[in-house]
C-alpha cells in the first residue's frame, strides 16, 4: 500500500492535524487576550 495516493494522502492528513493544532492554539491566545484587555472592538467577529 504504498502508491504516490496514499503518500499525498497523509501528507494532506499531517498538515491539516498541524493546521488544526495551531488554530487552537492561537485561538485560546486569543480568548486569553480578549479576557485581560478589553478589545472586542479590534476582534473581528
Known amino acids: ?3 504516490w495516493w496514499t503518500k499525498i494522502i497523509v501528507g ?3 498538515f491539516g492535524f498541524i493546521g488544526l493544532q495551531r488554530l ?3 485561538m485560546g491566545e ?3 487576550q480578549v ?3 478589553s478589545m472586542m ?3 473581528p467577529g
Open 24 to 26: 487552537l492554539l492561537v
Open 1 to 3: 500500500l504504498s502508491s
Open 30 to 32: 486569543r480568548r486569553k
Open 12 to 14: 494532506i492528513l499531517l
Open 35 to 37: 479576557a485581560s484587555a
Open 41 to 43: 472592538k479590534s476582534v
